[in-house]
C-alpha cells in the first residue's frame, strides 16, 4: 500500500490533486493506494514525552494516542509513503509536521549508532504546492529541508521532491483583494502548467510504486 497524505485544509486543492496525481502514477504500476486527509484529524504534534527513547520502552511507536495513531500504525506496514502541503509562510502547514515530527522522532534514538529503528527501506517522496512563482522553488524548500532529508536517512531510501508553483487559489480572481496577480495570467498557469506539474507528479508515483522493498 502505497500512502499518501494531504497537508493541506483544502480536500481537493492543488496539493490534493497533485497528490492523487502521484497515486494514479503509483496505481498504473499495481500498486495499492490511500489518500489520507490530515486536517479532520483531532491531534497533536509530538508532545516530548520521551517515551519512545526509554530503555525499557517500544521504540518505533509513538505513545501518544489521538487520529493520528491509526494513520502512525499504517505506515509501519507501507510500502511507500507521500507527504503533501501547500507552503503556509515558507514552511509545510502544522497538520503535516505533526504527523512528520511524530513519525521520525519516534524511530529516533540518542544512541551514536543505530540511531533509526524503521525496520525496513521504502520510498518516500514529498509534494509541496505554493503561491509565488517557480524560480522561488529552491529559496522556499530549503527553509525546511531537515525534514526531507531526515525522513529519506530513516527510511533507506532519498526521497524524491515535486513542486508546483504560482497556485490557482480562487476559481474568481475578481471577488478578492489580490491585484498584484494577474487573473489571466494565472489563468494561464494553471491550465498549460499545473497539468504538466500533475504528470510529474503521477511519474513520480509511477517510480516510487515501481521501486521494490529494499530491505
Ligand atoms: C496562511 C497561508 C500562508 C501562505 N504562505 C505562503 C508562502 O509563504 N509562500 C507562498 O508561495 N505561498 C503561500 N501561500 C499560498 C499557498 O501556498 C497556496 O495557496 C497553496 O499552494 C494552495 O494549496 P492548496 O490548494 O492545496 O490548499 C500561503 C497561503 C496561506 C493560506
Request: aromatic content about 12%; some cysteine.
Amino acid at each position: 500500500m502505497i500512502l499518501a497524505f494531504n497537508g493541506s485544509p483544502r480536500a481537493h486543492g492543488n496539493t490534493a490533486t497533485m497528490l492523487q496525481a502521484a497515486l494514479d502514477g503509483a496505481t498504473s504500476a499495481g500498486a495499492k493506494t490511500r489518500l489520507v486527509q490530515l486536517y479532520p484529524l483531532k491531534a497533536k504534534g509530538c508532545v516530548s514525552c520521551f517515551s519512545c527513547k526509554l530503555k525499557t520502552g517500544r521504540h518505533g511507536y509513538c505513545a501518544l494516542k489521538d487520529e493520528l495513531s491509526p494513520i502512525l500504525e499504517m505506515m509501519e506496514e507501507a510500502d511507500g509513503l507521500i507527504f503533501g502541503s501547500p507552503i503556509y509562510y515558507n514552511n509545510i502547514t502544522p497538520e503535516l509536521l505533526a504527523l512528520e515530527h511524530r513519525f521520525l522522532f519516534s524511530h529516533m534514538l540518542y544512541n551514536k549508532e543505530n540511531r533509526w529503528v524503521f525496520p525496513r527501506r521504502i520510498p518516500s517522496a514529498f509534494i509541496y504546492t505554493f503561491g509565488m512563482t517557480a524560480e522561488h522553488t529552491d529559496s522556499i524548500i530549503g527553509q525546511f529541508s531537515a525534514v526531507h532529508n531526515r525522513m529519506g536517512e530513516m527510511l533507506g531510501v532519498k526521497s524524491e521532491i515535486c513542486c508546483s508553483a504560482n497556485a490557482w487559489q480562487f476559481s474568481d480572481y475578481s471577488l478578492y483583494e489580490a491585484d498584484r496577480y494577474d487573473p489571466a495570467e494565472k489563468k494561464k498557469y494553471h491550465d498549460e502548467v499545473f497539468p504538466e506539474d500533475c504528470r510529474k507528479a503521477y511519474e513520480m508515483g509511477r517510480r516510487l510504486a515501481l521501486m521494490k522493498e529494499q530491505a
